[in-house]
DNA sequence: TGTACATCAGTGAACGCGCGTTCACTGATGTAC
DNA sequence: TGTACATCAGTGAACGCGCGTTCACTGATGTAC
């Protein structure tokens, strides 16, 4: 096994002519450039490098770097729509549910900063692909459902303008709270401390003045 | 004049070997290809070939891409905070004034999406350059003003963290919606409109029930 | 169980492209006398 | 008013770079018999 001759491009996880297992390799490798170099710093032959591939292998499994990166962001929307669906379970309380939602949204931004600017920059994606679409939209009905039973504790039976309105509101601040955040907008409120521990003892609040 | 013989290289408004208004030339190119291709879309030949200019002309004015890229941030965050400035001086109520500012922030977005994008995108921009913290800083400061006068006319003087808590939700909720907007997540709600109907009709009450 | 062969998943060299930056240069302008 | 000359603001060719994509190819795998 060990003594097996390796092929000169070879890299840690590889081992002969086909790698195997090249297409999560590559989603992989893809997420580590994110992370390193946002989305603009992606480059799929980097890609390929990463993954231990020559330049032209990727072409074997997704059209483009545009349709690797489709990929990225589906599997990422997925993974937020997980997260939010984990955190509206949490609490009996549905304003306090909404709020841990926010939170869970900005969280996962922070943590997954590549693959969240990629989310939301569109021209680096297939476009008008409808896999994103309806990842994306998972991910809104969630946040509409959580919404949804927030108004419902108040007034009996919400209509769909007001929870459209109330949507609108609570995404646009998780999102630009999460976008300023990952620019260094708050860098000097900040200050010492670290950018997570700034994000729990400021923004429950920050929803607190929106959910009342 | 007219007969006057032209360089070869010549365009519209150049009459001679020297340009005359190269450095204003090159900041308006480099905002027509912001507007076209974004912040990502943007190189110091194509704006130097927009100018009418050989590649390395630029160099003369601006230090790199960079320091151009600066240059028209530094402008964006003047004109933001005019904007802001201007939006917090209509109106005699608090409220109406800090949610009218709301609007301002997001129109500004919208009407020039280049220019806004560029400005929350610190890898294009000179890293840590004092200008650019003025300039945001001086943004922050008619937003921070704004809510101060609302929340003073509720309680009789504000605590700093009360203020500095609502600017946060405000700056987030306005920014979200700008930056969802400018990625084009709410064209499923806007449909046929335009999208900046779409704002007057949705954001004022979406920031009412944040300022109520 | 062995063999022939089609298919799959890679290679690696080559293409043309646009980029930022450099270099020696030169035309135009402004100033000193 | 005229002239010499320094300085300024451009030119355009060249550099090396990394990119996405193409191409003819080949090693490995799996299947039919």
């Known amino acids: 096994m060990g003594a097996k001759r390796a092929p000169k491009g070879s890299v840690a996880g590889r081992q002969g002519y086909h790698h195997g297992n090249l297409r999560e390799a590559l989603i992989d490798a893809a997420e580590s450039i994110l992370v390193e170099h ?3 710093g992606f480059s799929l032959r980097e890609a390929a490098r990463r993954a231990g591939v020559s330049p032209a292998a990727p072409q074997h499994h997704f059209s483009s770097a545009a349709g690797l990166l489709t990929e990225v962001a589906v599997l990422g929307f997925k993974e937020l729509t997980d997260r939010l ?12 549910r ?37 990842a994306g939209r998972a991910a809104y ?57 700034f994000i729990d003892a400021m923004l429950p609040s920050t929803l607190r003045l929106l959910c009342r």
Chains 1, 2 share one sequence.
Not at 119 to 133: C, G, T, V
Not at 186 to 191: K, P, S, T
């Open 38 to 40: 946002g989305p603009e």
């Open 85 to 96: 669906r984990e955190a509206n379970g949490r609490g009996k309380i549905a304003r306090s």
């Open 98 to 134: 909404l709020i841990e939602q926010g939170v869970a949204y900005v969280r996962f931004a922070v943590a997954h900063p590549g693959r969240f600017q990629l989310m939301f920059h569109h021209r680096k994606l297939l476009p008008a692909d409808e896999r994103i679409h309806a």
């Open 141 to 197: 009905s969630e946040l509409e459902a959580a919404v949804r039973e927030y108004l419902g504790a108040h007034s009996k039976r919400p209509s769909d303008g007001a929870v459209a309105a109330m949507v609108l509101a609570a995404w646009s601040m998780v999102h630009g709270f999460a976008q300023l955040a990952l620019d260094g907008k708050f860098d000097e409120m900040v200050e010492g401390k670290d950018l997570s521990s």
